[in-house]
Structures are given as C-alpha cells and as structure tokens.
C-alpha cells in the first residue's frame, strides 16, 4: 500500500543494446510509426474539437512495439488487444480512414459506428479487437491460438496486454492452459510503467512481468520496446519458437505512454520530468530517424518526404472522418444476432 | 497563418473549462508535447500539451478565466516565419467560440446536454421527509461530494469500515468520489488494488465475513462482471447456507448504467441483474440527498449491498439537509412530485428524466407523480401500489433493457395486486433491446429519452 518508486526507477529501458538485425527494413517502419504518431495526434486534437467522444486512449510513445511485433509475423498470424488499439489497427494494416471515423463515429467506420475507439475488427487482417474490458483479451488470443493449434495451420496469435492488465486472474488461468496444451501463442506484455494512475510497483508483488510465466514454464524475455529493431528481433525469435511447436512465449516490451491514460486523466501520478525525459532520451521515432541518418539509409529529404506522405494520409483520414454520415437509425438495431 | 489553439474538451462530459494558469509567456517556443496551460475541467485539472511547434504569438484569456467553452480559441501560435502582424484580425476572434469544426450531429452530445435542463426539475426532488425535521437547513452539494462525506462519516463513526478499490487512494477515484479520503484515513483504510475485480471482491467478501465492514468500489459496475460470482454466491447466499451463523457486512458500490460515448462494453445498467438476487440489498438514488442518505444506512447494515451509482450524475448538484447524521430507510420509495393523473415509476438517472417529463406534462394539463424507487431490493410496491390506486395509470422508467427489467416486475406487481384499480396497461420506458452502440445518433436512440416518457404518459391516459 506504499508507494515504492524507489525500486526501480529507470523508466522504459531495458538491459539489452539495441538490436542491428533487419536494420535495412527500417525506413518503412519508420514510415509506420511516424504515421501511428500523427494519426493519434490527429485523434487527440479531434477529440479536442467535440468530434470524438467517450474515452480515446492514445499509444503515442508505443509506437515500436506493434510494428516491431508485425514487421515479424507472417500472413495469417493474429492479433488481439485491448482499447489502446489505434496503433494495432494502423499496423495491421487497417485502413486509416475507416479507424478514424470509427472515432467520431460515422457510418464509414470499421464498425459502421457501433464500436468506437475501443472496438474495432477486421477478419480480413486477422484483427481480432479491440476489447474493453481489461485482460479478457488474453484468454481470447490463447482462444485464436487454440484454433491454429487444433487447424494445424502453423498460425500464430499475438495477445497484446498492459502491465496492469498483468494482474487480472485470467491472464494466469490462460497461461496454465496454453503451456498445458502448448498452443501457438505469444504474450506481448506492454508495460508501459503505469495503469491509470497506479505504477507496476505499486500493484505488482513481483514486478518482473516477463517472470510472471515462471510457475507454468513459459519462457519469458524481456525486450526495448522503445526500439523498433530490438522489437522485431524478440518476435522473430518468439514467433519461431510458437512455430516450433514449443507452446507460448511471454514478451515484456519496456515502453511508456507520452499522453494520459485516456483523455480525462490529470496524470498526476507521474511528473512532467519524467515524461520530457523518456520523450527526449528514448522516443521510438527519434531514435529510429538517428539510426536512419547514421547509417545513410535515408537523407535529410527522404524523412521530409515520408513526413508528407504520412500527413497526407492522416489529413484524408480526419476529412473523410469529418463527412462520413452518422450511421442510419435503422443500425440501432442490425448485427445482434445473425 | 497563426494556429488557433482552441479550449480541449478534456473529459467526456466537458461542455466549458476554466484556464487555470498559462504556463508559457507570449514570446515563448514552444515544441509539440510541451505542456502549455492548466486548464479545469468539471472533474480535474489537466495539463493542455500543445501539438505544434512555434512561438506562442497570443494568449487571448488571462489566468483564471472561467466559462470558457469548448472551441473558443484561447491563444494563437506563430509558425515558421511568421510574425505578430499575421495576428491581425484573429485576436478579436476570442470573444466568440469557432464555428463547430463539423456539422453538428458529432456535436450532439446527449449526455452534455442534460445537466442544465433538469436544473428546475431537480429542487422538486428536495428529500423533504419524516428523516428531515421541521426547519433543517439544506446546503447544495454534488452527488460526488455526496457520495464521500457519507463514506467518509461512517469510517469516522466505525474503525472497521474500509474503502478498497482501484485508484479510490493516491488517484483519489477513477470519478473523483473518494477525494480526500487518503488523506484523512490512511492506506490501511483507503486500499489501492491492482485491476483484478474477482479476488478483490472476494477479499473484501471475506473481510467482512470476518466482521469488517468493506467498501468495495468498483471503477464502473461493467468490470464488477468479473467479480459478480463473489457478489452472489459468496456474499448473497452465505447467510442462508450457514443456517444464519454468518453472513456479510459489505457494500459494493461504483457507477452503473450508461456513460457518454463509451459503447457497449462500458455502458450497461444492471439494476435487474442484482434486483433479481435474494440475499442482496440493491440501491439507486438519483439525487445528492438520497446518495448521503442511502449510502450511510448501506454501510451500517449487516447485509451486502449492491450500490448503483451513476456517473452523469456525479457531478449534478441537489440541496442536501444540514444535519450531523442524516440517514434513510432502505427499502423505501420515495414521491419525488405528487401528481393525480399518472404514476411515473423510476429510479437513478431515469428520475431526473421522469421530472423533466413531468414538468412539460403539466404545461399540458397532465398532473403526473413521479416515484423515486431509491431502493431495487427490497422493492417498496406499496407505495407504488397506493400511488397506482389513486391515478389509475403508470409508467415505469429505467435504462436497462425492456426482458426481465425492473419495469417487467412492476407491471406484474401492479397486475397482481392493483389489476381493477388500471384504466390502461402499464407501459415499460426503457433501454432499446440492443447493445450500447457508439456512435451519437444511435446512443441518443438506444437510450430512453424524455420525449419518450411524455409520449407513454400520453398514451396511458389516451391523450
Ligand atoms: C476489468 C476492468 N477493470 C477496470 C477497467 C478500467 N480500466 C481501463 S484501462 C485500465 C488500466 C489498464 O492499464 P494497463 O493494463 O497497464 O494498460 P494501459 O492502459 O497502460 O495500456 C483500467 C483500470 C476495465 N476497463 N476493465
Ligand atoms: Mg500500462
């Protein structure tokens, strides 16, 4: 019940050098996470307008994770999360315009409206939600990984959840079966340091998450999920050993959210120090576009380039969801049963 | 041309902010992610990050402006190059919000839009009782504020109750409702726990079966569906299995019902799932008094109770009675306006709902009563019945869904016991049979609305 910030306060790093495998992929992941940053920008400035409503959590600072994590997957692969899910949706390769006016909530929408900022699906991508409630996410990836298993399809599921989400009992009822039944899934702890305004220390017994698969014999890792590269290279190796038929994986991605927790957080939980330093020290973008100079594989006008691009897509996405049309009353009341 | 930096809705059911404090000076850079203002929203203060990089060019309102409302523009922001003269024009635009950025059905925010409007309505609900002696003086505060001084009374009055909960301490409440609590009791008895509903109900569930007297918040009573099988078959059924040696002193409380914009899986009633359950006490109270009231008689009662809250209401003010230890019976309905004509039956928001439709019957010659159930189990039928005895009519409103509601039990209760007494069938108000959708439109449809309330009334007494 004591706040023990004193254990452990090196925020969103991690112990390994950053990772040099892949690095000549990274100008298109980049190019993806620059647009997941200006895309939730975007969000939180329209919803600063009255055009998004409810809550609207924003994954700006976790933006290596997801595309770390896909840049690594195959066709077929799954992934599932919970409500902090724009940038997975970005990632998998949703389109733009229809995440965003799922946002404000018009009939162009992924959910034609219905869902909201929290829950949105595509079948087509192997996008499995979107999902509010916190951990239930975790026993539905193991779910998907069940179906592989049980298809022998080879597929993997990517099961994305929060350090606080780590808590919640299901998480560990899923753990025991998908190492009992070695289903074909991975667990991507996002521990991005806090859960609303409660710090792993303070809800953690134990707050080495990639640990937590200890008494079931899952493997665990824990990752610079700050670094695209180191991200990518973990969900190789991750995804390797679910294919080898070794059952689940936990991967812990050290990462940090910039914004508050949803759009009505105070955040008084955390200094501004603390944030300034993450952003200036450890920001995923910032560090790639050095790592992208450094190396020449990009110049000065190459990054002003994929700079455009990315704003061109996200200024189509809030004009199209700005004049999509409210969904017809008549939905009120489709999609119940079919 | 300068960015227009305009007031953030900072929280779902923000309509106006006040600006706290500037914390950058005309003149100054600024880069995206720089915290540039504190600005008060109705639930917190919250720090303004800008978005862009530039120098801030004008602040158009000083320190300690209120009232501003959402989309006015409160400073301009020079960009590259610029200088103050590109500022011509603009600064005069402060006095008058920007046009709505989109056409206006985004904008039509339901939930936002009610607080002002039931302003008259709500003083009709003034707790005037047998509870409140001749000559109390009332004092206005919030259902939030409420909601703690009665919780924090009754921890004061016993050592043994203890609030528990995520972020109900150094977060002072996910809704702000424990706010001060920490501070005054401690961490023994304000417990921060993890996210993890089932074990913590059920060590609240246990504590209590040990003799304490836990209060189990929940941050929405979504998320107590994690938990709902301590709530029933380890807090409900107890006392019964054990032939009445033990049972459990515990309330459960936190919002329920719909919220603003949050969909399907955060905006739900389940006043008829827990009113369904013998061994549970289940509460609704609509305005501040009756939240004070109730919830102290709640604590002190040696059963479970199940407490539904209601976040729209937090923030609402009522007139409460100035007195040391006020409390109400539970398992008591309250008449929140007398009427002749028709019986309106309601609960929690609905109440508030049920009163405004009232009003706007009366400017039409319909004298409807509205009765505040306050309690869901035990249900008080007989005022219900006596009420429907006198008007001959009713009409039950509630958010839930229409199958097996609280609506479905009163119009049986009233088929039973007062079936010659109706001049018309009871008709049920009530949440469309269908999930919470997202999107404005529909989330006004789905919910009962108070035309749809004038409309029943109408239709019970042929008019
Ligand atoms: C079962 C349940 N309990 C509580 C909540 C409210 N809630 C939403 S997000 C959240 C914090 C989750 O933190 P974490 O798992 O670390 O994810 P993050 O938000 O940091 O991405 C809480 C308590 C919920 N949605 N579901
Ligand atoms: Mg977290």
Same mark, same amino acid.
């Given at each position: 019940m004591?706040?023990?910030s004193?254990?452990k ?6 112990d ?6 892949g690095i000549q992929?990274?100008p298109g992941?980049?190019r993806?996470?620059?647009?997941i940053?200006r895309?939730?920008?975007?969000a939180?400035?329209?919803?600063g307008m009255g ?6 959590h924003?994954?700006i600072?976790q ?11 195959q066709e077929?692969d799954?992934?599932?999360?919970a409500y902090?899910?724009?940038g ?7 389109d733009?315009?229809g #995440?965003?006016?799922?946002l404000?909530?018009?009939e162009?929408?992924?959910?034609r409206?219905k869902g909201?900022?929290?829950h ?6 192997n996008?499995?939600?979107g999902?509010g409630i916190?951990?239930?996410q975790?026993?539905l990836?193991?779910g998907?990984?069940?179906?592989n298993?049980y ?13 606080g989400a780590?808590n919640?009992g *299901?998480?560990y009822e899923?753990f ?8 074909p ?17 303070r ?8 640990r937590?698969?200890e ?8 990752v610079d ?7 990518r290279?973990?969900?190789?190796d991750?995804?390797?050993?679910c294919?080898?038929?070794k059952?689940?994986?936990?991967l812990?991605m050290?990462t940090?959210?910039?914004r508050?927790h949803?759009m009505s957080d105070?955040a008084?939980y955390r200094t *501004?120090e603390e944030v ?6 450890q920001d ?8 992208l100079l450094?190396?020449n594989?990009?110049d000065?006008a190459?990054l ?10 996200v200024?189509?996405a809030?004009?199209f969801?700005?004049t999509?049309p ?12 079919r | 041309?300068?960015?227009q930096?305009l007031m953030?809705a900072l929280?779902?059911?923000?309509e106006e902010?006040?600006l #706290? ?8 850079k600024?880069k995206?992610?720089d915290i540039?203002?504190?600005i008060e ?6 720090e303004?990050?800008s978005v ?10 000083p320190?300690g402006?209120e009232?501003?409302?959402i ?7 020079? *960009?590259?190059?610029e200088t103050?003269?590109a500022?011509?024009?603009l ?6 919000p920007?046009p709505?950025?989109?056409?206006p059905p985004?904008?039509?925010?339901p939930?936002a839009?009610?607080?002002?409007a039931s302003k008259?309505a ?11 002696p001749?000559?109390t003086?009332?004092?206005?505060m919030?259902v ?6 009665a919780?924090?009374e009754e ?6 109750v203890f609030l528990?909960g995520e972020?109900v301490g150094q977060?002072e409440?996910a809704y702000k409702?424990?706010?001060?609590l920490?501070?005054?009791f401690g961490?023994?008895r #304000?417990?921060d726990?993890?996210?993890?509903e089932?074990?913590?109900?059920g ?8 003799g ?7 941050m929405?009573f979504?998320?107590a569906? *994690?938990?709902?099988?301590h709530?029933i078959?380890?807090a409900?059924k107890?006392?019964?299995?054990s032939?009445g ?16 914009r949050?969909?399907a899986?955060?905006?739900q009633c389940?006043?008829?799932?827990y009113a369904h359950?013998?061994g549970l006490i289940?509460?609704?109270p609509y305005?501040a008094?009756?939240?004070k009231g109730?919830?102290k008689?709640?604590?002190r009662?040696?059963n479970?109770?199940?407490f539904?809250e209601?976040?729209k209401?937090y923030g ?6 100035a007195l040391?230890?006020?409390?109400l019976?539970l398992?008591?309905?309250?008449i929140?306006?007398p009427g002749?004509?028709a019986?309106?039956?309601?609960f ?6 049920s009163l ?21 189990r035990?249900l008080?039928m007989?005022t219900v ?9 009713c009409?039950s409103?509630?958010e839930?869904?229409?199958q ?5 039990e009163?119009a049986?209760?009233i ?5 010659d007494?109706l001049?018309?069938p009871?008709?049920?108000v009530?949440g469309?049979?269908?999930?919470m959708?997202?999107a ?5 449809l ?7 309330i004038?409309?029943?009334?109408k239709? #019970?007494?042929?008019?």
């Amino acid at each position: 019940m004591v706040a023990a910030s004193n254990k452990k306060s090196a925020r969103a790093a991690s112990d390994k050098a950053p990772s040099n495998s892949g690095i000549q992929d990274l100008p298109g992941l980049y190019r993806e996470m620059l647009l997941i940053r200006r895309f939730e920008e975007r969000a939180g400035q329209m919803y600063g307008m009255g055009l998004i409503g409810g809550f609207c959590h924003l994954y700006i600072g976790q933006e290596a994770v997801v595309v770390g994590m896909k840049a690594a997957t195959q066709e077929g692969d799954q992934m599932i999360t919970a409500y902090r899910d724009h940038g997975h949706m970005l990632a998998m390769g949703l389109d733009p315009k229809g #995440v965003m006016a799922e946002l404000t909530g018009r009939e162009g929408g992924l959910s034609r409206g219905k869902g909201g900022s929290m829950h949105m699906f595509s079948v087509e991508k192997n996008f499995f939600g979107g999902h509010g409630i916190v951990g239930a996410q975790v026993p539905l990836g193991t779910g998907l990984a069940f179906a592989n298993a049980y298809r022998g399809n080879g597929a993997v599921s990517i099961a994305y959840f929060g350090d606080g989400a780590s808590n919640q009992g *299901q998480v560990y009822e899923s753990f025991n079966m998908a190492e009992l039944w070695r289903l074909p899934v991975i667990y991507v702890i996002e521990n991005n340091h806090y859960a609303m305004g409660t710090s792993v220390e303070r809800s953690s017994a134990m707050p080495d998450l990639h640990r937590r698969g200890e008494s079931f014999a899952i493997p665990g890792r824990k990752v610079d999920g700050m670094d695209v590269l180191s991200v990518r290279e973990a969900a190789l190796d991750a995804l390797e050993h679910c294919r080898s038929g070794k059952g689940p994986i936990i991967l812990e991605m050290m990462t940090y959210r910039y914004r508050g927790h949803s759009m009505s957080d105070p955040a008084k939980y955390r200094t *501004q120090e603390e944030v300034q330093k993450v952003r200036a020290e450890q920001d995923p973008i910032d560090r790639a576009r050095a790592r992208l100079l450094a190396e020449n594989l990009i110049d000065e006008a190459g990054l002003k380039e994929i700079d455009r691009e990315v704003r061109a897509i996200v200024a189509e996405a809030a004009e199209f969801a700005q004049t999509s049309p409210e969904p017809d009353a008549a939905e009120l009341y489709t999609d119940i049963l079919r | 041309m300068p960015i227009q930096l305009l007031m953030p809705a900072l929280s779902p059911t923000m309509e106006e902010g006040k600006l #706290v404090k500037w914390l950058v000076g005309e003149g100054a850079k600024i880069k995206a992610g720089d915290i540039i203002a504190e600005i008060e929203t109705d639930k917190a203060v919250m720090e303004y990050e800008s978005v862009d990089d530039g120098v801030m060019g004008r602040l158009l309102f000083p320190d300690g402006a209120e009232g501003i409302k959402i989309n006015t523009p409160i400073a301009l922001i020079l *960009q590259e190059g610029e200088t103050a003269a590109a500022m011509d024009g603009l600064a005069s635009a402060a006095a008058t919000p920007a046009p709505a950025p989109a056409k206006p059905p985004a904008m039509s925010k339901p939930a936002a839009a009610m607080p002002a409007a039931s302003k008259p309505a709500a003083s009709m609900s003034k707790a005037a009782g047998p509870e409140v002696p001749a000559g109390t003086k009332f004092v206005s505060m919030t259902v939030r504020e409420a909601l703690r001084d009665a919780m924090a009374e009754e921890m004061r009055r016993d050592g043994n109750v203890f609030l528990m909960g995520e972020e109900v301490g150094q977060y002072e409440g996910a809704y702000k409702v424990s706010q001060g609590l920490l501070a005054e009791f401690g961490p023994k008895r #304000v417990v921060d726990t993890p996210i993890t509903e089932h074990g913590f109900a059920g060590i609240g569930v246990g504590a209590a079966l040990a003799g304490l007297r836990p209060i189990v918040e929940f941050m929405t009573f979504n998320f107590a569906m *994690q938990a709902i099988d301590h709530i029933i078959n380890s807090a409900a059924k107890t006392l019964y299995m054990s032939g009445g040696q033990l049972g459990a002193p515990i309330v459960f409380r936190g919002p329920n019902g719909a919220a603003a914009r949050v969909a399907a899986q955060h905006s739900q009633c389940y006043a008829a799932w827990y009113a369904h359950i013998p061994g549970l006490i289940v509460v609704a109270p609509y305005d501040a008094a009756s939240a004070k009231g109730l919830l102290k008689a709640a604590i002190r009662n040696p059963n479970p109770v199940v407490f539904l809250e209601n976040e729209k209401l937090y923030g609402r003010s009522f007139d409460v009675p100035a007195l040391d230890d006020f409390v109400l019976p539970l398992g008591k309905a309250h008449i929140a306006r007398p009427g002749r004509d028709a019986t309106i039956v309601s609960f929690s928001i609905g109440v508030g709902k049920s009163l405004e439709a009232a009003e706007a019957l009366a400017a039409e010659g319909i004298d409807a009563e509205v009765i505040d159930l306050r309690t869901l189990r035990p249900l008080d039928m007989e005022t219900v019945l006596a009420s429907v005895r006198r008007t001959n009519r009713c009409v039950s409103v509630e958010e839930g869904w229409p199958q097996s509601g609280i609506g479905a039990e009163i119009a049986a209760g009233i088929m039973e016991q007062a079936f010659d007494d109706l001049d018309a069938p009871v008709i049920r108000v009530c949440g469309k049979d269908v999930p919470m959708p997202y999107a404005a439109n529909l989330e006004r449809l789905a919910l009962p609305q108070v035309e749809d309330i004038i409309a029943a009334v109408k239709s #019970v007494c042929y008019r």
